[in-house]
């Protein structure tokens, strides 16, 4: 069973917009392609970056994806099943397959995925897909249904309160546990980057509102 501190996590996951700072665990392999990225670490980590501010997030994220003839935004109400039986967000959906099928071509499955923003969309789907604990922060929210579903428990998804990013799309919901946490000492008015996440981490688990560590 693969163990991770959600501090660690985190730092994982700020370091992963510039793959080369990240010297452990090694970064085996990386994908980027059609504005999707994600990076296999050792130990078969898959570290998802995605968006690291609110700028970029309504620039790039929410700009309509061309899937077939259609055209899609963030807000949009289109679903899609996925392999599992479960209806997601089109869109993140689709971003989610691209990573399946790249990681199904290296022949990994993943055991553990750290995302943020946009890729803690992605991890919810594929922590789903996989049965693999996963840790995103800043989690926009991909299950159209407001059920639980089988496996999603496995899944932590870390938001803050002052972030906008987790509450959208707003007819569709967070899969696992979403935790919303707030600082007495860290107030913004945009805090979606990964380095707001970092700077009030500690706060949160020592005032006992996030465990030090998952597994999932």
Known sequence: MTTYRLKDAA????????????LKPKVLKSFDHDDVQAHLLEGNILLLPGSNSVRDYLKF????????????????DATE???????????????SRLIFDWLKKEGVQPNFIIGHSLGAAAT????????????????PRPKKTSNRVVQDERCLLINRSDDIVPKLPGDFNHMGKATLITSETDKRFIAHSMKRYVAILDEAV?????PDKWSG
């Open 11 to 22: 730092t994982l996951a700020e370091a992963s917009y510039a793959a080369g700072r990240i």
């Open 61 to 76: 994220n929410l700009r309509p994806l061309r899937l077939g003839n259609q055209r899609l935004i963030m807000s949009s």
């Open 81 to 95: 099943r996925g392999a599992s039986g479960t209806i997601w967000h089109q869109g993140f959906l689709h971003y």
């Open 124 to 139: 919810q789907i594929l922590s789903k897909s996989y049965n693999a604990p996963a840790i995103g922060f800043a989690a």
């Open 206 to 210: 020592q005032a006992q509102k996030l």
